[in-house]
Every structure is written in structure tokens, then in C-alpha cells.
């Protein structure tokens, strides 16, 4: 007879427990790089009961990790007075109370804690003992401990990427060849080259500025003798001239 009431009792108990409401904690594992932050939501279970106020306390090493800030979720009503509203990052603790108008019946987001990991190594992020959840009766009816694992580690540190070198190429420098047997002067640029018509005393090149250029590297000898020519053609006019004046005045005297 006793033995079958110590049954049912315990199975009131693992009932009651299994139906008990509670804070849960996402994500259940984290892991990060020293100097980043990262979120945890807290999310509040009814179970059967209805709650009409919620006080979540967490804790959590305070020289690995550090919380920035803590976003109250929507319909939540925040209850700030003191010894229900703080943030330790000396102790590594946070308390936040709420109540939710009309009781909350289905589970619910309760806010956000935004944390910063201060330096490598493993932190536990736990629902601590003094967490409360209030029935209409303003009875507590929480129970469970969720916590969160975090893995902070070092940074990876990227080498930067090498810079290119780039080098100046010189200008290509012209080269001119002189070919005397054709009259004509090549001038090669690259792999390029200009033809240059040697006609006369000056160079014509088709698309460039003139450039004299004179293949025998003087007067051709056609202008030479035509320059010859020339010179004694004065004499011999000079010459003419002299004659028929002193004829004219020969006769002119007679």
C-alpha cells in the first residue's frame, strides 16, 4: 500500500514538473571570435499555466563575456524597479521583469541579450535560481535551468595581399638606315617603318613632316653642273654687253 502511493506521488511530481513552465534559451551553443558579439533570445513557457509576470535572471562569466544591451520583447510591459531591473558586468548577472497584460497563455519571446565576447575560452550562459514566473495567483511556477555554451576563440588574422609591381618600359627609340643605292631612306619605329622618297634637295614622306635627307651626302651632279653653268653665263653676258657698247660708240664717233 505504501509503495503504490509513493508511486502515484511521484508521478504527480514528474506531471507537475513536465508541465511546468519555464525560460528557455536560443541558440543552445554559440561560438565566436574574441572582440564579436552575438545574441541570445529568451523565451518564455507557459506550459498550463497562464503568466502574467516574468523575471528572468541570468548569470554568466564576466571575464569572458559582457553584455551590450537587452531588447524588451512586444506586449511586454517592463517593471523597473529595483532588484527586478539590472545589468552586472562586474558580477556577470542581469535581472529583467515584465508582465504581460492578460496573461500569457502559448509561449512567447521574452527579449533579446546582446553579449560581447571579451577573450578566448568557454563561458556557460545559465537561467539561474532566482528566475520567477507568476501565475493569476501570483504563485511561481517556473522550474527548468536552460543555459547556453559559448566557444570564444582567437581571431583570424588574414595576410593582406601583395601589392603588384609594375615596371616602365623605355620609348622605343627610332632607327633610320640610309639605302644610297635606291634614293630612299627607311626610318623603323618598333615594328613599324616609314619610307621616306628622296627627291631633289628635300625628303617628302606621305602622312610626316619633310625631312631633308640627300643619299650621296652632298649636291647631285646635275645641280652641280646646272650651278656651273650658271656662273659662266654671267661672264659671257657681261662680255656681250661690253662688246656692243664700245661698237655703238665706235660708230656713234664716226
Same mark, same amino acid.
Given at each position: 500500500?505504501k509503495?503504490? =502511493?509513493f508511486l502515484?506521488?511521484a &508521478?504527480?511530481? !514528474?506531471?507537475?514538473?513536465?508541465?511546468?513552465a519555464?525560460v528557455? =534559451?536560443?541558440p543552445v551553443?554559440?561560438s565566436?571570435? #574574441? &572582440?564579436? +558579439?552575438?545574441?541570445?533570445?529568451?523565451? /518564455?513557457?507557459?506550459?498550463?499555466?497562464?503568466i502574467y509576470?516574468?523575471?528572468?535572471? !541570468?548569470?554568466?562569466p564576466?571575464?569572458?563575456?559582457?553584455?551590450?544591451?537587452f531588447t524588451l520583447?512586444?506586449?511586454?510591459?517592463?517593471?523597473?524597479?529595483?532588484?527586478y531591473? !539590472?545589468?552586472?558586468n562586474?558580477?556577470g #548577472?542581469?535581472v529583467?521583469?515584465a508582465g504581460?497584460?492578460? &496573461? =500569457?497563455?502559448?509561449?512567447q519571446? *521574452?527579449?533579446t541579450?546582446?553579449f560581447?565576447?571579451?577573450?578566448?575560452?568557454?563561458?556557460?550562459? %545559465?537561467?539561474?535560481?532566482?528566475?520567477?514566473? *507568476?501565475?493569476a495567483?501570483?504563485?511561481?511556477?517556473?522550474a &527548468?535551468?536552460?543555459?547556453v555554451a /559559448?566557444?570564444?576563440s582567437e581571431?583570424v588574422?588574414? $595576410?593582406?595581399?601583395p +601589392?603588384?609591381?609594375?615596371?616602365?618600359?623605355?620609348? $622605343?627609340?627610332?632607327? @633610320?638606315t640610309?639605302?644610297?643605292n635606291k634614293g630612299? +631612306?627607311?626610318? +623603323? @619605329?618598333?615594328?613599324?617603318e616609314?619610307v621616306?622618297?628622296?627627291?631633289?634637295?628635300?625628303?617628302?614622306?606621305?602622312?610626316?613632316q619633310?625631312?631633308n635627307?640627300?643619299?650621296?651626302?652632298?649636291?647631285? !651632279? =646635275?645641280?652641280?653642273?646646272?650651278? *656651273?653653268? %650658271?656662273?659662266?653665263?654671267?661672264?659671257?653676258v657681261?662680255?656681250?654687253l661690253?662688246?656692243?657698247?664700245?661698237v655703238i660708240?665706235?660708230?656713234?664717233s664716226?
Amino acid at each position: 500500500m505504501k509503495k503504490n =502511493l509513493f508511486l502515484v506521488l511521484a &508521478g504527480l511530481v !514528474l506531471a507537475g514538473t513536465a508541465y511546468a513552465a519555464s525560460v528557455s =534559451l536560443s541558440p543552445v551553443s554559440v561560438s565566436v571570435e #574574441k &572582440g564579436k +558579439t552575438f545574441s541570445v533570445t529568451a523565451v /518564455v513557457d507557459p506550459a498550463s499555466a497562464k503568466i502574467y509576470t516574468s523575471k528572468m535572471e !541570468l548569470s554568466y562569466p564576466a571575464d569572458v563575456l559582457e553584455i551590450t544591451s537587452f531588447t524588451l520583447a512586444s506586449k511586454w510591459m517592463a517593471l523597473s524597479q529595483e532588484g527586478y531591473d !539590472l545589468i552586472d558586468n562586474a558580477a556577470g #548577472k542581469i535581472v529583467k521583469t515584465a508582465g504581460y497584460p492578460g &496573461g =500569457l497563455t502559448t509561449k512567447q519571446s *521574452f527579449g533579446t541579450i546582446v553579449f560581447k565576447a571579451k577573450k578566448s575560452g568557454e563561458a556557460v550562459i %545559465k537561467v539561474s535560481s532566482g528566475t520567477q514566473l *507568476f501565475d493569476a495567483s501570483s504563485n511561481n511556477v517556473s522550474a &527548468g535551468m536552460a543555459e547556453v555554451a /559559448v566557444a570564444v576563440s582567437e581571431p583570424v588574422v588574414t $595576410a593582406p595581399a601583395p +601589392t603588384p609591381v609594375t615596371t616602365s618600359q623605355p620609348a $622605343a627609340t627610332p632607327e @633610320v638606315t640610309s639605302n644610297q643605292n635606291k634614293g630612299t +631612306t627607311t626610318a +623603323t @619605329v618598333g615594328q613599324e617603318e616609314q619610307v621616306a622618297s628622296t627627291t631633289g634637295e628635300g625628303t617628302e614622306v606621305a602622312g610626316m613632316q619633310e625631312i631633308n635627307v640627300n643619299p650621296n651626302g652632298g649636291d647631285s !651632279l =646635275l645641280a652641280q653642273a646646272f650651278g *656651273f653653268v %650658271k656662273g659662266w653665263a654671267w661672264y659671257v653676258v657681261i662680255i656681250i654687253l661690253i662688246a656692243a657698247a664700245y661698237v655703238i660708240g665706235k660708230r656713234s664717233s664716226n
